[in-house]
Nanobody, 124 residues
Framework: QVQLVESGGGLVQTGDSLRLSCAAS????????IGWFRQAPGKEREFVAA????????NYVDSVKGRFTISMDNAKNTVYLQMNGLKPEDTALYYC?????????????????WGQGTQVTVSS
């Protein structure tokens, strides 16, 4: 069982930065993968980035490469998504999700545990 709590969303302007946090609690973190997904109104949930609990492996969707960075603070059991150069098309509800198995996946059905989401709105 994994519990995930996101925070850090908000309303910003084009070009601004935000850092999202995903605080995790679990009986074990061995082989845990944490992913960030986002869902805009009327659109399907989209993979954004993922990281292994060791922090050694990361994966990003092409549209955020070079702008977003996923990272891990094992001491705090927290995963961060640093978002720079935000664009209006980044506006969405952002979720963090967890799966065990140690293999990177970029589809939401592959993740078993979900947070409640945090809203990011980027104005033009």
């Amino acid at each position: 069982q994994v519990q995930l709590v996101e925070s850090g969303g908000g309303l910003v302007q084009t070009g601004d930065s935000l850092r999202l946090s995903c605080a995790a609690s679990a009986s074990t973190f061995n082989t845990l993968i944490i992913g960030w997904f986002r869902q805009a109104p009327g659109k399907e949930r989209e993979f954004v980035a993922a990281i292994s609990w060791t922090g050694r492996t990361t994966n990003y969707v092409d549209s955020v490469k070079g702008r977003f960075t996923i990272s891990m603070d094992n001491a705090k059991n927290t995963v961060y998504l640093q978002m720079n150069g935000l664009k209006p098309e980044d506006t969405a509800l952002y979720y963090c999700a967890g799966r065990f198995g140690g293999v990177m996946r970029n589809r939401s059905p592959n993740y078993d545990y979900w947070g409640q989401g945090t809203q990011v709105t980027v104005s033009s």
